[in-house]
């Protein structure tokens, strides 16, 4: 398997590689795991293995999917049947393919759901995709904002499993919200057994009027993410009010209901907080989201290792990362666990992890209602200066910034005045900005003051992605959707119908093409 997979990659695939449900049970038999119950077939051969265990798999019968090859390799194979083939020569199995056209299409996609719905299908399978067998001719039909045109995907129905309800137990997150999980008597679902599932916040739980002992149906979103869809025994309650635990589960204090009508629709949603500022929770959580991937990308810093620094009074404020791992190298490398190549890679990582965007900066800060999306818009609207941020006391400009309401603003000011029960409040950043090395802004401003909304499918630019990179790098915003603030509307279809070529006719706002875009803004 490692052979072949590495040897796909240097010659310019992704590959993606299943195991068949019958050699999934084996293989985890065989190497000792106990992973039947919770892993999944789709993902078992690439995620769960360690390469010292290569050889154990040796004779595993597993599925292999060569999927898009990469930008920089030149294109050698013409169509689909080409591509099987050279998986088929490096000694996989290609996944199961048929030639169709206008006159048997319809006869193969039902013989494949039938199959699928028999449960006689070997491999894990949520759909099925049609794709045309010129590979070159597929690339020239271009893509839309997020899938290429030249296939189309058919999701199979998810089957839905009766079972009772028993409990909603609810666990703390970083910034104190307190997330409900369902606990219902286990029910096997393609293969695995499934014991629980997010109910994501108290709305959630008010709209399917759950309670312990309710026969719920679940189900498996894409065969991986546990759902509960149905409350059978709704219909039956007259009178219904959800449940909000009185007390934080991790520490015991009080907890609050924060409604929130700022959601972007008619939806109220309403969630539940830990009102005390030193629950361990927020703690670790925000240190846990200090230094990952979307933040800081601290390698080696994972929540067991943060606990143990804790513990040992060699951190407590963000900071302390950047001044107290050097001094106390003796202390780090005898805990439990460490060593002297343990601490040498989060040294390396907290030296790179100094030079960072103000947008990585102030997501890293964990501050409510400010995720990843969030903080690219502040980082812009304060054109990558971290000054112009750290000195704002107000934050009212933000309100000119599309995505960004009033739940924001008012989020920023409670966490410039002290008032959020963080790890670093605003009354602490320029200590620990002082750390770092902000990149400073690319950006040119030939778009600046201008704001474009993109729409349909794209030509010229490989993906909408691209195309908002390239307004951001000239100082332009990209918005969601059309307002009175729009610069133009770009969509390939400047004579569609869709809501919001109509709202830009509406507003007299200009829609171009992707060709006027490039003549008028860019050339």
Known sequence: YLYIHHRLVAQGYETEIVCGITSFCAVSARLNTGLVEKAEPLHVIPASYQIEDALKLSGTKVLMKAGKKMKDVKAELLSQGAEAMMIENCGMQFVESHCVDANNIDMLVKFFAEYVERKGYPYPTDGLVLTYE?????????????????????????????????????????????????????????????????????????????????????????????????????????????????????????????????????????????????????????????????????????????????????????????????????????LEGWGEKSYNLIVDSIVKARKTTLANFINALSIPWVGKSTAKLIASYYEQDPERFLFDSDFGGLKDIDGIGETVIESLRDWENGNLPLICSGKDIEYLASFFEFEKSKTGDRLKGMTFVITGSLQHYENREAMVAVIESLGGKVSGSVSSKTTALINNDVNSTSGKNKKAKELSIPIISEEDFVREYIE
């Open 134 to 334: 010129d590979l070159e001719y597929g690339r020239s039909l271009g893509l839309t904002g997020h899938h290429p045109r030249h296939s189309i995907a058919f999701k199979w129905k998810d089957e839905e499993f009766e079972t009772t309800l028993r409990e909603i137990f609810w666990s703390a997150s970083k910034t104190g919200l307190l997330n409900p999980v369902a606990v219902f008597d286990p029910v096997e679902i393609d293969g695995t057994t499934v014991k629980r599932a997010s109910v994501h916040n108290l709305s959630y739980i008010e709209h399917l009027k759950l309670e312990p002992g309710d026969k719920i149906t679940v189900y498996k979103a894409n065969m991986i993410i546990p759902q509960i869809a149905r409350n059978l025994s709704a219909e039956k309650k007259m009178l219904y009010t959800a449940k909000a635990p009185a007390v934080c589960p991790v520490c015991g204090g009080k907890t609050k209901i924060v409604i929130n009508n700022n959601t972007g629709s008619n939806e109220v949603i309403k969630t539940v907080y830990c009102e005390n500022e030193m629950c361990p929770s927020k703690q670790i959580g925000q240190w846990t989201h200090f230094v990952s991937r979307d933040a800081l990308n601290i390698m080696g810093l994972g929540e067991s290792q943060i606990i143990d620094l804790i513990d040992e009074g060699i951190l407590t404020t963000f900071s302390d990362l950047f001044t107290n791992i050097v001094p106390n190298k003796d202390k780090i490398v005898d």
